[in-house]
């Protein structure tokens, strides 16, 4: 049976400064690399034989993959970048203290905007400093200026679809090292979670959550490798 591992990116800057970071390109902290680094330890205990991985075209989780797979010494491992893992894109939010944000728009509407499964902070101005409809990567690509949760799976989902399971179809076992809203996408579109409940899922940094899966790819059991460092999933088998 397939195994598939989720990995959130260790440790940002901006998750150590409580700010809104969606598509900007903020790196790790020293504990994030920790946290990448003890991820990789995790998963060569695994024992589980990997084949491929697949990331985001941002730079925390790019370095947590390469940061996890030098730990298992699979620098060789074939991987594939592309920005339908990237984390939702906070709008008009992005670089802001979301404590800051909550005295100025109050905590319940600063509530809706994180954790609303389908209602998205205010678009962000083109030309904001943090806009990264200039940044080549995404050159030629219909970017958006905004998401919710909804939106992110609507664009995570079909790359699944497309690339990815085919993949575990195959029988491979795959690493993917993403972000905490893109694999909430994955997370609600695997097991089925309804829209109130995935709102409430909390992914920790760096601690690999390992999935097998059955040969339609329905989920078998699900566990964090770290389980001290994360709360239960709903709908999750053990």
Not at 19 to 28: A, S, Y
Not at 196 to 217: A, F, M, Q, W, Y
Request: charge should be negative; aromatic fraction near 8%.
């Amino acid at each position: 049976m397939p195994m598939l591992a989720l990995i959130r990116h260790g440790q940002s800057q901006w998750n150590l400064e409580n700010r809104f970071t969606g598509w900007w390109d903020v790196d790790l902290t020293s504990q994030g690399e920790a946290e990448a680094q003890q991820s990789g330890t995790l998963l060569k205990t695994s024992g589980i034989v990997f084949d491929q991985a697949f990331v985001s075209q941002q730079t925390r989780a790019i370095r947590t993959l390469w940061i996890l797979l030098t730990e298992m010494q699979l620098c060789w491992l074939p991987t594939r970048s592309d920005w339908r893992l990237n984390e939702r894109h906070y709008g008009g939010l992005t670089g802001l203290n979301k404590a800051e944000t909550a005295l100025k728009h109050g905590e319940e509407q600063v509530h809706i905007w994180r954790r609303s499964y389908d209602i998205p902070p205010p678009p962000i101005e083109a030309g904001s400093a943090y806009d990264p409809g200039e940044d080549r990567r995404y050159k030629g690509l219909d970017i958006p200026s905004t998401e919710s949760l909804k939106m992110t799976l609507d664009r995570v989902l079909p790359y699944w679809t497309s690339t990815i399971a085919p993949e575990l179809m195959g029988e491979k076992n795959l690493l993917i090292a993403a972000h905490g809203n893109s694999l909430r996408a994955l997370i609600k579109h695997l097991f089925q979670v309804s829209d109130d409940l995935i709102t409430g899922v909390e992914i920790p940094t760096g601690n690999p959550l390992l999935i097998e899966l059955d040969t339609s790819l329905a989920p078998i059991s699900a566990r964090y490798l770290e389980p001290s460092r994360a709360k239960p999933l709903p709908h999750i088998p053990g």
